[in-house]
């Protein structure tokens, strides 16, 4: 379909006859088009006959019915011009499977109008194959779904009632078999063809690679243990349905669409195996009645676990977004910064030449103060992108860390000259690291002495070392922290609550920036306070450097 002019849906079906080229016909695209419907028409058969094996209410209508969702997926992804096989196929099987041939064509008809209409509500809602949002699975969940697939039971069950293969008692019966049926295809079947016709996104990690084996296995675990009772011994009924969940929250929360739908897939797989067998938990005394009972469970299972992955598609999708505007917002930031530190520097020097400004000389040296505070906050928000974006480089030389912590600390002093910074302790060995982001650590942590104790005079910086690592804590003396609060401080974007997080300046990201720099050398970074009191920030780093960093690093 295409939009016309005045906004109204229009047929657009493009049949690939032969087309003359350089004097000859090809038939190449023929061909394909009709590798396709053939293809498809199999496809429809063999599984139309599987379902109708499966207690067929009145022989013409089961709960298990792969044709719908498989035929939309088609539709949806090839196209409007394979229909002829979705009727070809229809009529095929309903005509082997006993109706006349009259009502074989009522009966193709109705499902090739409900696969096309199902397909079209889909695509004027603009419903994309990924399913990663929250308008796709619900104008599948609750469109395309339960209302596009009334057209076949309606059509089917009047062509039985007119060829009198059913009777008026089992027409309700039949409709309603024949309508869930369908709709638990679309539920099922489609997403998981929808999502895997896009392929996988990236390429996962290795330990993604690993918890992935893990969700894997559980989740042919659990249906074995929930569905075929293979795992545990009697025929006690427990309520344990609801296994299923935990490893479809799993998928839906780290993996996205793909893993719930192929978790969905394999669940429905071994539960209509288990109900075919009569090993079900959806015990009942009739085959049709088991599938009835696991049907509807797999279908509010699908839906409600599809919705919970598209809503965590949406805020992922959400976070990258919001991870980019910060790098691109950081660079554009970085220029004019650039330029304002260049000329306050040009007009101090000029103005210290002449002495005969002082009062224009203190308000630039308080301007490049808080161009400089301004310019960090604009590095840590570009390292944090980087950071979103597993790009952070470090490049590594021989640090005198001694050296380094002496530097950090005068330049704090003469910009905070209200604290006596002190030192304390010394090393004299040297650190393989990247020296900026060793001392952008050391900045953050002084800078949130600076920040959260504004009452107190002193800060102590400690150095200490053994054989193995090194060790460095910048002790302040005010407000301190809430013991439940202690480790929150380390993610993005987190402030301590209360008064001074409103006056604190900062974006609550240094201390999340420092320990990923911490981490990366094989260190750790922690806190120990005391609410009122006052708190002690420590890093301590190997002498060795670590061989997974030696990869990830570059040598200066």
Not at 267 to 289: E, N, T
Not at 393 to 399: G, K, L, P, Q
Not at 428 to 437: H, K, V
Not at 462 to 468: D, G, K, N, P, Q
Request: neutral net charge; proline residues 4%.
């Amino acid at each position: 379909m295409m939009k016309g002019a005045n906004g109204e849906m229009k047929w657009n079906v493009r049949w690939p006859l032969p087309q003359r080229r350089a004097g000859r016909i090809d038939f190449v695209p023929a061909l394909w088009y009709g590798i396709e419907l053939l293809t498809l028409t199999a496809l429809y058969f063999a599984t139309g006959r599987i379902g109708l094996s499966l207690a067929a209410v009145s022989g013409f209508a089961t709960l298990v019915w792969l044709p719908s969702g498989l035929s939309v997926a088609a539709l949806f992804l090839w196209g409007f011009r394979l229909w002829p096989a979705v009727a070809l196929g229809a009529f095929l099987v309903n005509f082997f499977t006993g109706a006349p041939w009259f009502v074989a064509v009522g009966i193709a008809i109705g499902n090739t109008l409900e696969v096309v209409v199902s397909t079209a509500l889909l695509k004027r809602a603009g419903v994309r194959a990924q399913l990663d949002s929250l308008h796709d699975v619900l104008t599948l969940v609750l469109l395309a779904a339960p209302i596009g697939t009334i057209i076949s039971p309606t059509l089917g069950v009047g062509s039985l009632l007119l060829g009198k293969v059913i009777v008026w008692p089992a027409a309700f019966e039949t409709w309603a078999a024949w309508w869930l049926g369908d709709m638990i295809s679309l539920l099922l079947l489609t997403p998981v063809l929808l999502i895997w016709s896009q392929g996988p996104l990236v390429i996962p990690s290795r330990q993604r690679l690993l918890e992935l084996s893990l969700l894997c296995t559980l989740v042919i675990a659990v249906g074995l243990f929930v569905f075929l009772r293979l795992l545990h011994p009697g025929r006690q009924e427990y309520p344990i349905t609801y296994l299923v969940f935990p490893p479809l929250i799993w998928a839906a929360l780290r993996f996205g669409q793909c893993a719930v739908a192929s978790c969905l897939a394999i669940f429905s797989c071994i539960a209509l195996v288990g109900s075919i067998q009569g090993a079900s938990l959806f015990s009942a005394d009739s085959l049709s009645l088991r599938l009835f009972f696991l049907q509807t469970f797999m279908g509010i299972t699908a839906a409600t676990t599809l919705i919970l992955a598209a809503v965590m598609a949406e805020r992922r999708a959400l976070e990258q977004r919001k991870d980019a505007f910060i790098g691109m917002a950081s660079h554009e930031l970085r220029t004019p910064l650039t330029v304002l530190k260049g000329y306050t520097q040009l007009i101090q020097r000029q103005l210290a030449r002449t002495q005969e400004h002082p009062h224009a000389l203190r308000a630039l040296a308080r301007m490049e103060t808080q161009t400089q505070q301004l310019s960090r906050l604009v590095d840590d928000l570009l390292d944090l992108s980087k950071i979103q974006a597993g790009k952070l480089t470090f490049i590594d030389e021989n640090v005198d860390v001694d050296a380094l912590v002496h530097e950090v600390v005068e330049q704090f002093q003469q910009a905070n000259s209200q604290y006596q910074i002190s030192i304390r302790g010394s090393t004299t060995g040297t650190l393989t690291c990247d020296r900026e982001r060793l001392e952008q650590v050391l900045s953050n942590l002084l800078s949130n002495a600076v920040k959260y104790s504004p009452q107190a005079e002193q800060i102590i910086v400690h150095i200490s070392s053994t054989a193995e690592c090194l060790t460095v804590s910048v002790q302040d003396f005010g407000i301190g922290i809430p013991a439940m609060e202690q480790e929150k401080v380390f993610q993005r974007y987190y402030r301590v609550e209360g008064r001074h997080e409103r006056t604190a300046p900062g974006l609550g990201i240094g201390l999340s920036i420092s320990r990923e720099v911490i981490e990366h050398y094989g260190g750790k970074l922690w806190v120990e306070s005391v609410e009122g009191r006052g708190s002690t920030f420590s890093f301590s780093l190997p002498w060795q450097l670590p061989q997974q960093a030696v990869l990830n690093s570059h040598a200066r």
